[in-house]
């Protein structure tokens, strides 16, 4: 195989600087930062190259051959590669920042100080279980005081953000009703667009709501319970009831959401509504008070990504009872905070 000189130095290039960190893991799994003194300032580590294979023969195996012949998988790893390396490195810095932050007892107007007390609020367990709910007070307040679909479709629309990502990662999975993600429409080159896709589980997808097999049912018994016991964290005077309400309303959810296979074909989510047809389409719901309380009220148009799953979604907030609503909301604002809870106050 003929490549180019040119073509080939650029591609050496681009994957020894992505290889070039791989060399740097040992066998404890700590990261040692060799990859300038092997290579150069750019990161370049030629040990990884394999020289004694021609790059026009097998390329793989020329810029990756020499880290694979040396490199270990740590014992708690099933595998490692740069990012995982990096990640490492990251939270080696990480740890060292914090660390010069907290001995540098910095004023708290300044932005040291500011991070510092931040993190040590995070750590101040005694404090967190004080406090109780007191936190969630006037989120868990608001949600009560909803009395009809226009102020629900507000409250769902002020909890969405751009927490999905069909493209880069295949990560469709929110527990709020709608995901967002920005980026260039499928089908609209050059044009940057608000994607809208299907959310609005609190498990992973659709199957674990649908499937007859065991232990999917096992799961749906435990998540129930996980509900209640939220639910009753939070005052509700009945989470049992609340957590009946929250899986009925997710079990339909999942019954409106597209398959993974149907989320994973790029045709069928090659969809670009106009603000006009977004309403038009799906119904159900206000649409005005949703985007304008989730900031895109200006847009004039979305990418649909799921176009048959938004329309059902969309009917479900105008014909499910406002108070199953209202504990889904209730539940989820709480979930999504549990992990600021210290481990030993986590249901």
């Known amino acids: ?15 020894s600087l992505s290889v070039g960190a791989c060399n ?7 990261q040692a930062e060799t990859a300038a003194a092997a290579g150069t300032a750019l990161g370049i580590n030629p040990q990884a190259i394999d020289k004694s294979v021609a790059p026009g023969d097998d390329f793989y195996q020329y810029a990756n051959g020499g880290w694979m012949k040396t490199a270990e998988i740590p014992a708690d790893r099933s595998s490692i590669g740069a990012f995982y390396i990096a990640d490492q490195i990251r939270e080696k810095n990480t740890r060292s920042l914090f660390d010069e932050l907290l001995k540098s007892n910095a004023d708290a107007g300044t932005n040291e100080g500011r991070i510092a007390n931040y993190y040590k609020a995070y750590l101040n367990t005694d404090a967190i279980d004080k406090a109780g709910m007191a936190p969630a007070k006037a989120d868990l307040d608001a949600i009560a005081a909803i009395a009809d679909k226009r102020a ?8 969405l953000r751009a927490d999905v990502d ?21 089908n609209t080159p050059g044009e940057t667009l608000p994607y809208i896709l299907q959310g609005g589980l609190g498990m992973p ?18 998540y129930r319970a996980y509900v209640q016991q939220v639910m009753q964290a939070a005052g509700n005077p009945d989470p049992a009831a609340a957590a009946g309400r929250v899986l009925a309303l997710e079990t339909k959810i999942a019954q409106a959401h597209a398959s993974r296979e149907e989320s994973e074909d790029f045709s069928k989510a090659a969809k670009v509504w106009t603000r006009a047809e977004l309403e038009k389409n799906a119904p159900g719901l206000d649409w005005g008070a949703l985007l304008g309380a989730a900031q895109l009220g200006g847009a004039p148009k979305f990418q649909a990504y799921h176009s048959t799953a938004i329309p059902r979604l969309a009917a479900l907030v105008g014909s499910e009872p406002l108070d199953a609503w209202k504990d889904w909301l209730a539940f989820h604002t709480l979930n999504q905070q549990a992990g600021q809870r210290p481990p030993q106050a986590r249901p």
Do not use: C, H, W
């Not at 195989?1 to 994957?15: D, G, Q, Y």
């Open 1 to 15: 195989m003929v490549r180019s000189p040119l073509l080939l130095a650029a591609s050496v290039l681009a994957l």
């Open 24 to 30: 740097v893991t040992t066998k404890d799994g700590n």
């Open 152 to 159: 629900l479709s507000a409250a769902i629309g002020s909890t």
């Open 166 to 186: 069909p493209l880069n990662a295949t990560n469709f999975q929110t527990d709020n009703l709608f995901g967002i993600f920005v980026t260039q429409g499928l």
């Open 205 to 222: 997808e659709r199957d674990y709501y649908l499937s007859g097999d065991g232990k999917m049912a096992d799961l749906r018994t435990k």
